[in-house]
């Protein structure tokens, strides 16, 4: 009996420390990310390729659709069944909580949704134009992170940004990472008085750690 306990203790720290090994060897895909696991607090179990959030019905908001192709590594490749997780301040600056936020989320506020791209990579978001933080000329801005269906853990890509933001610069133009992507975006208004912007992800571009 004492044998087969010992046997079972030793076969429990190999196994740990395997694990262990394991975890070392194989970076993190995307590097450090604080918040990004909040992705998957208050996931609905269904996801679309297009959200509408729940911004878009407000009085005096400014709509904005965002639209792209998510594509594989290569650029060319429509990458389907992954998950674009998006949060953003109100048209006052805030991140505001409601019910509708799980416990522990509040600060992603109400304004967040998923999407997860089509077979051919589509996906869409109807929401409103977000302010800057209140009294900064800090840039408007959404945040995006992005999970794989090949990864555990999700990453996030650059934010996005407006190309016609009062506070943008030519400084601050350069200034971003362009993970996935440059996230400035140029809105257009189309025929029926709605703001929309093109923007498409490559998955892994300038992200840290990806396989290649
Ligand atoms: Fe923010």
Known sequence: MR???IFCLLAF?????????QTKARPKVGGP?????LLFSGIPKAMNSVDTSAGWEEKGASKILIKGIVYQQDGKTPAPNVVVYYYHTD????YTPNASVPKGAERHGYLRGWVKSDQNGNYAI???RPASYPGTDILAHIHV???EPKFKVPY????FLFDDDP???PERRKGHQNRGGNGILKLVKNGNGLWVAKHDIVLGLNIPNYPR
């Open 156 to 159: 996030y890509i650059d934010e």
């Open 145 to 147: 992170t992005i999970k």
């Open 33 to 37: 990310c604080e918040g990004c696991n």
């Open 3 to 5: 044998k087969i306990f």
């Open 91 to 94: 048209t006052k600056g805030h």
């Open 167 to 169: 506070f943008m610069t």
């Open 13 to 21: 720290f190999s196994a740990h420390i395997a694990t262990q090994a």
């Open 126 to 128: 109807f929401t409103i």
